[in-house]
């Protein structure tokens, strides 16, 4: 069984499965995204002229569904302009199969790789219906084709031509890369696309350190950089067809012009407009510590409970890395926090940031919003430092909702931030429920959660920590007739 919060007095009492005793947990109003020298003030204190927070936009699902017939109709027109440039006589000489094969492979190949980078470049309205764990498995899912198709591209152009000019496989390697306009930079492109498939696989993304990663997935877009111009040079449904050429251009530049925008000018603007320090480093839990920074305009920062940002502090080893860690409360100007738990090089340097220390930030990004919610009333879990994103997105949601609120850790004192989140369902008028102890004696699963959360049927599922945990809650809840529509989780990979 969970631990049964009830209101007593002052207090919140809880159950622990572990010791089977009744423990207080203080429910005293927290100020949590306040440093120490500023916990005196109200947590909801305004300066004079500031409003309300901003919120992040509403997702706008019939946007994302425009964009996604544009992109099949551009991936039909694409096709279809490739076969109508191809004459009977091309296809008849020697070779030309093989050769009309590799450009139908290869304008195709570019289009899907177009498309590939788009959806990792954050675009606000994408993003705020997708997410970003939904546009990464969209990415995962699409790349094998652009990769396999560019690479079989590469193959039959370079058999077609060695079959024209009747010379060997590798002697016509040899030309292409050599007598070609711009098959070398190309070539140096497939290369470099190549190896951030590889890199990718499964197996080896688990021993590949995320900043290798990172830096490797950066020469995709150099990759496509190099293989424009012999696209646009060589391609025959270019040559002679000015229009198309000018499209495809088009098309490009405004690929470029997102990934520039989103992926670099937005997290510009508002990493000078929030101005963002580190005001104090305050530990939570064992391992776990909080990182208060303090900025400007924080009012306006498009936040909702849940949502994470990419935090880059600018320190001399950790200025060249951005890392994504969930907001563990509403900014409370001029200050915002998130709660970090040390398992990586970067989130155990965390403890050791001096304050003063400049941040810069991109995003939030996320869909573990309120906006997700389909019914009435809600159930969180937390596992582990998904805490964080629970405690946000509890946060966000109205007095009288009646969460019910199930934090999982092996031990008590591994439960960072429960007294905010005890205070925050006390005064939403819901339930809290802790477990501790093993897995086996503290499961969540078909018979313990109907008897935890007798309303289940009636209740939205908000699940965030570590992706064994959230696999696991998610198939439960499956499995005890939740909608996939009501389901809404957010794994840590660690």
Known sequence: MGRRGTPCGDSFMILSPSSRILEPVNARQASPARPATASGRSTRQRRPGQGALRRSPAPRP??????????????????????????????SAAGGVATFAGNLTGMVGTYL?????????????VEHVVGQDGLLRWHRRLAPWPISLLVLHAILLTAGYARAA??????QVGTLILSYPDILSATVGLGLMCLAGVISIRAIRRRVRREVWWTVHLYLYLAL???????????????GHPLTRAVWSVAWAATAGLVLAYRVGLPVFRTFRHQLRVAEVRPEAPGVVSVICQGRHLDQLPASGGQFLFWRFLTRDMWWQAHPY????????????????????????????????????????????????????????????????VRSLLEDLPRGAKPVVILRAARTEDLALRE?????V??????????????AAAAIDERSLPRIVQDLGERDVYVCGPEAFVAGIVDVAARLGVPGEAIHHEAFAL
Do not use: C
């Open 62 to 91: 019939g946007l994302v569904r425009t964009a996604l017939v544009a992109a099949g109709l551009g991936l039909g027109a694409t096709t279809a302009l490739t076969i109508t440039a191809e004459t009977s006589g091309q296809l």
């Open 113 to 125: 790789a177009l498309l590939m980078v788009l959806l990792v470049s954050r675009i606000p309205f």
């Open 166 to 171: 009747r010379t060997g496989l590798w002697h």
């Open 225 to 239: 950089a190099l293989s424009f111009a012999h696209v646009i040079v060589l391609g025959p449904s270019f040559v």
């Open 326 to 389: 969930s907001l563990s409360a509403l900014p409370q100007p001029p200050y915002v926090r998130l709660t970090v738990k040390g398992v990586g090089d970067h989130s155990a340097a965390l403890a050791s940031l001096r304050p003063g220390t400049r941040v810069a930030v991109e995003g939030p990004y996320g869909t573990f919003t309120r906006y997700a919610q389909r019914r009435r009333r809600v159930l969180l879990i937390a596992a582990g430092i998904g805490v964080t994103a």
């Open 420 to 424: 905010e989140i005890a205070d925050l």
């Open 426 to 439: 006390q005064r939403r008028g819901g339930r809290l429920h802790e477990l501790t102890g093993s897995r």
